[in-house]
């Protein structure tokens, strides 16, 4: 079956240490993207790749970083930079760069920081 | 400003009643697409429809259904005949070309259908 997973679905870490969220889609899709959701509250855009070896910031890029070293992945590092990084994230993916492609999503990985 | 608005935070109602979720945009681009995403309590966000600015026809799939209405900048979502299984947190979001290939998402609004 094609679809996207995250990995761990739960994480916890201390403060001051880097912790890697896994994404990998299996449905050849150009673009991928990652939000962090907060309690009660939307989605925001943290970084997104439209294709391999490229990336962009989004809204709420700092104290994160990514990779996109092969199409199917797309692996996010939250760094010790990030102030408040306990929250809900989510990886997608669309078939390409095109404003008019439905996003299709993981099932998350819930951060917490002891 | 481009942005969404649903301004229903939560709405509860009871398994069977029909409820209308909003949604309102703003977009200065006359090409975009609306989209509606349902979020279980499982944290997976869902796709459920895309509508083009071009289309103004209303879409019903099985007890869901959709009004886009243009004059009014909206694109509201309808179920009829509520089920537990429908508790969820619904998104509307907004893309244009000019978006630079990002959704514009509206808070969300939190639907409790009770047994």
Same mark, same amino acid.
């Given at each position: 079956d094609g679809g996207i997973t995250q990995s761990p679905k739960y994480l916890f870490r201390k403060e001051g240490q880097n912790v890697t969220l896994s994404c990998e889609q299996n449905? %050849?899709?150009d673009a991928m993207y990652w939000y962090r959701q907060d309690p009660g509250q939307g989605l925001r855009l943290i970084y997104y790749s439209q294709i391999v070896n490229d990336f962009q910031k989004g809204d709420i890029a700092e104290g994160y970083s990514v990779s996109r070293e092969k199409k199917e992945s797309f692996p996010l590092t939250v760094t010790s #930079?990030?102030? %408040?990084?306990?929250a809900f994230y989510l990886c997608a993916s669309s078939m390409?760069? #095109?404003?008019y492609n439905e996003q299709f999503f993981g099932p998350g990985t819930r951060l917490t920081v002891l | 400003a481009q942005k969404v608005t649903q301004a229903q935070t939560e709405i509860s109602v009871v398994e069977k009643e029909d409820v209308t979720l909003d949604c309102v945009y703003e977009t200065r681009d006359t090409t975009y697409y609306l989209f509606w995403y349902k979020q279980p309590p499982s944290g997976e966000l869902v796709f459920l429809i895309r509508r083009n600015s071009f289309d103004e026809q209303n879409e019903i799939s099985g007890r869901y259904s959709w009004n886009f209405q243009k004059s009014t900048s909206s694109f509201n979502f309808t179920i009829t005949a @509520?089920? =537990? =299984? $429908? @508790?969820a947190v619904y998104f509307c979001a907004l893309s244009y070309m $000019? @978006?630079?290939?990002?959704l514009i998402w509206g808070a969300g609004t939190k639907l409790i259908i009770k047994p």
């Open positions: 449905l %050849n899709h #930079a990030q102030k %408040n990084p306990t390409d760069r #095109a404003y | @509520s089920q =537990v =299984v $429908d @508790s $000019d @978006s630079n290939y990002q």
